[in-house]
């Protein structure tokens, strides 16, 4: 397991443990690593980072190393979407190994972090996640732990699910319909300014805009461009404009009537409570999005997207789950 011993009195052992140095404004990072053995020229480094004592290697059975513990709590992440990083500190990473969206389950990852000296750490469920970027970190929080401890945390989180603590949905290549409604810009009042923050917004994803089709305000004209977009192979409809309460805004009932399921015409988060969402005859998905998006740099179309790029059906009890964190 470990002893300490003074500093001066480790040279020739090894470390059981990386040693961090911290320079203000420089770095902070592990100077020396785990089994470095120590020398006459560490000791003075050594005293410098305040270390009068250090813990060397001895064996105890029946104990794990930090380093050991944090893979096995790895593995309760582990899946084909993640990759783990190098061991620093006692501290492991689960890398995403593609674009996704997040899902954790919360009730499981509260069972281990209550077990006591060891803890994993996640991005909210929903996070988008880019290719690289890490979705959670895990260590225990002593040097050693007791292995039958670690098991037992392990058993029981499998005996509630054998999956993964942490789950990746990958975006999917989707065939986008830009549908813009609206008397001023179809009779060429004004120019269509939510096409362009919808082709920035698009571009974040693997996506491929077929269509984009400037409508009147008819319910009978959007309807048809509605199963028109569908004809076409659109995986996502988006029909932007129309969408308030006005006399012209016609937008929702036509979504309404072509749709095969409304999910929602209004939704708890701000900006956006003027948001429609269903699905087509052929699956796909149809939003209608209110003014809001043009202008505010977050909506609650970019909580929805992820998950309609991601395969991930959205129903109307998780729409009224957004209003908790919903005022963007």
């Known amino acids: 397991m470990m002893k300490t011993i003074p500093v001066t009195e480790a040279i020739g052992k090894r470390l059981c443990q990386d040693l961090t140095q911290i320079i203000p404004g420089e770095k902070k990072g592990p100077r020396f690593r785990k089994g470095h053995l120590v020398t006459a020229a560490d000791v003075p480094v050594l005293l410098a980072m305040g270390k009068a004592h250090l813990y060397v290697e001895t064996e105890r059975p029946g104990w794990l190393h930090e380093e050991e513990a944090a893979r096995l709590l790895y593995a309760l992440c582990d899946n084909q979407y993640f990759t783990p990083s190098e061991i620093k500190e006692g501290k492991i990473e689960a890398l995403a190994t593609a674009d996704g969206l997040l899902q954790v389950d919360q009730e499981r990852l509260v069972l281990v972090n209550s077990f006591g000296e060891m803890m994993i750490a996640t991005k909210p469920s929903y996070f988008t996640l880019r290719k690289g970027e890490v979705a959670a970190g895990m260590r225990v929080i002593p040097l050693y732990i007791e292995a039958e401890k670690l098991q037992a945390v392990r058993q029981k989180v499998h005996s509630l699910s054998s999956e993964p603590l942490i ?5 999917t290549p ?3 319909a830009i549908l813009t409604t609206g008397s001023e810009v179809f009779h060429g009042r004004i120019q269509d300014g939510f096409a362009p923050v919808l082709k920035e917004k ?7 805009i077929i269509l984009h089709t ?3 305000d008819n319910k009978e004209m959007i309807v048809a461009a509605i199963h028109e977009a569908e004809v076409a192979g659109a995986d996502i409809i988006l029909c932007t404009g129309g969408m308030s309460v006005d006399a012209d805004d016609l937008t929702p009932g036509a979504i309404k009537t072509a749709a095969k399921e409304l999910i929602t015409y209004g939704t708890p988060v701000l900006p956006g409570a003027m948001f429609a969402l269903a699905y087509g005859k052929s699956g796909a998905a149809i939003m209608g999005l209110p003014g809001a998006v ?3 740099k977050k909506t609650v179309f970019d909580l929805i997207l992820p998950r309609v790029m991601a395969d991930l059906p959205v129903t109307k009890a998780e729409i009224a789950q957004l209003g908790y964190g919903g005022l963007l």
């Open 167 to 171: 789950q990746l949905a990958p975006f």
């Open 174 to 176: 989707k065939k986008v």
């Open 202 to 208: 698009l571009a974040a994803y693997p996506t491929e």
């Open 214 to 216: 400037v409508l009147d």
């Open 294 to 296: 043009m202008f505010s």
